[in-house]
């Protein structure tokens, strides 16, 4: 069996390195089958930390993707690159670029720039609080604030699609069905609001039911992971979705990123549909 190709990656960044580690991400996706070791460098700004990473790079050439905006960092760190022949890209120039040539100004070069305390900022920390004090039916009586509710039975998702959300800036609320419980709508009456129910293969419900239990040594609850009792289950929430015209998401297949940017274009037709 060949072995699979291995690549250093050096991500280097003068702020927190989110920005340049979810690009390398989103583009490794694309080769599954390489191996790589990545050498993570935050909030570079000295000539002390640049002296690391060369050490670093002699030791581990590979490839070097920054998201630094003080240009004599930068250009120290390319030198250093062509010296050492390390194939480098800076990842924002592209889009920087862009937008100053569309909106006709210099960019302010300021590292970290996207993590200031302006009002977006404030209003994640808000949407995530939303959510903490909004989880699994806790709430409901206050919903008024709410951007989008999220219906499921458990273990569909909704806890963490909601966390992913609030970080988003969206305020999301989440409720989970339960057998025999009939679902409280007149929390709704004169609210304008999104509501997505969420689903999810029965199968798989009986799996992740079953590994929670284990998990958490609860053998009380016998029908919790049955089959035939998640598929009446799932039955009958997609019943209450029909009836109140709710859109449907099936989570089965869809990872938490993916189920949330299916909320998103939902949030953003609803919403266009308000106006």
């Known amino acids: 069996m060949k072995a699979p190709q291995k690549i250093h990656i050096h991500l280097v960044s003068d702020s927190t390195g989110e920005t340049v580690h979810q690009i390398s991400r989103a583009c490794l996706a694309q080769f599954p089958a390489v191996k790589t070791i990545e050498h993570v460098w935050t909030l570079v700004r000295s000539d002390q930390h640049l002296e690391?990473?060369?050490?670093?790079?002699?030791?581990?050439?590979?490839?070097l993707l920054?998201?630094?905006?003080?240009?004599?960092?930068?250009?120290?760190?390319?030198?250093?690159c062509k010296v050492l022949r390390v194939p480098h890209v800076s990842v924002l120039d592209p889009v920087v670029n862009l937008f100053g040539t569309v909106l006709g100004q210099d960019s302010q070069n300021k590292p970290g720039g996207q993590r200031q305390l302006n009002s977006d900022y404030y209003r994640r920390i808000s949407a995530i609080d939303f959510a903490v004090s909004h989880d699994d039916g806790i709430n409901m009586g206050s919903l008024m604030d709410a951007d989008i509710l999220l219906v499921g039975v458990s273990r569909?998702?909704?806890?963490?699609?909601?966390?992913?959300?609030?970080?988003?800036?969206?305020?999301?609320?989440?409720?989970?069905?339960?057998?025999?419980?009939?679902?409280?709508?007149?929390?709704?009456?004169?609210?304008?609001?999104?509501?997505?129910?969420?689903?999810?293969d029965p199968k798989r419900?009986?799996?992740?039911?079953?590994?929670?239990?284990?998990?958490?040594?609860d053998e009380a609850n016998e029908s919790y992971a049955e089959l035939e009792s998640i598929t009446e289950e799932v039955r009958r929430a997609r019943r209450l979705f029909t009836q109140n015209q709710w859109p449907v998401i099936d989570v089965t297949r869809r990872s938490v990123e993916e189920t949330a940017a299916a909320i998103i274009q939902l949030h953003t037709i609803w919403n266009e549909g308000q106006q």
């Open 205 to 217: 419900l009986s799996v992740i039911r079953r590994s929670r239990q284990i998990a958490m040594s």
């Open 66 to 80: 920054m998201s630094i905006l003080d240009i004599e960092l930068r250009t120290r760190i390319e030198e250093k």
């Open 156 to 200: 569909s998702s909704k806890t963490p699609t909601s966390m992913y959300l609030a970080h988003r800036g969206y305020r999301v609320a989440n409720y989970a069905l339960v057998p025999e419980v009939p679902f409280p709508i007149h929390h709704l009456d004169g609210l304008n609001i999104l509501v997505v129910g969420l689903t999810n």
């Open 52 to 63: 690391a990473i060369f050490t670093s790079l002699e030791r581990n050439p590979g490839v």
